[in-house]
């Protein structure tokens, strides 16, 4: 019983050891919210009003940073998961083409946008279905996208 006891010990300093030194790696931390240039015409104030909460966080400029995104290894994970967010779509920087803007609506439809994870983190974004087709068509207006939602 004291060896096993020990070993969970020893295990347990193991772990804390590695989060602490995960703590001293920078990356994740930048934070950055460059300022607004332009957001796009939205068909709707309440498609705007869905898209905040359902995409902004990664999509934009207004990211909202909770606490947690300044603690290895979820703010790595976070960091990555906006600067991947803010190049493929920025509702901020409105003054460049989007390539992938026409399909944000069928994204929204097959539930690929937001993502599962982030839906989990934030209840807000997780949108009933009818919210989620309105934000979808919104999205399909606002942006020109193709198919029938």
Known sequence: MLR???????AVAAVAAVFAV?????YGRAHSNPRVVSEPR?????????AVRACFDCHSNETRWPWYSNVA??????????????????F??????????PE????????????FKYRLAHADAD???AENIELARGLQVTFGGRGRI
């Open 4 to 10: 096993w006891c020990k070993r969970f010990l020893v």
């Open 22 to 26: 995960m703590q001293l790696v920078p």
């Open 42 to 50: 939205w068909d709707s104030p309440r498609t705007r009003e869905l």
């Open 73 to 90: 290894p979820m703010s790595w994970t976070l960091e990555h998961d906006v600067e991947a967010g803010r190049s493929v779509i920025n």
């Open 92 to 101: 901020s920087e409105w003054n460049r083409a989007w390539d992938l803007a």
């Open 104 to 115: 944000a609506g069928a994204a929204v439809v097959r539930r690929d946008m937001p993502p």
């Open 127 to 129: 949108l009933s279905e």
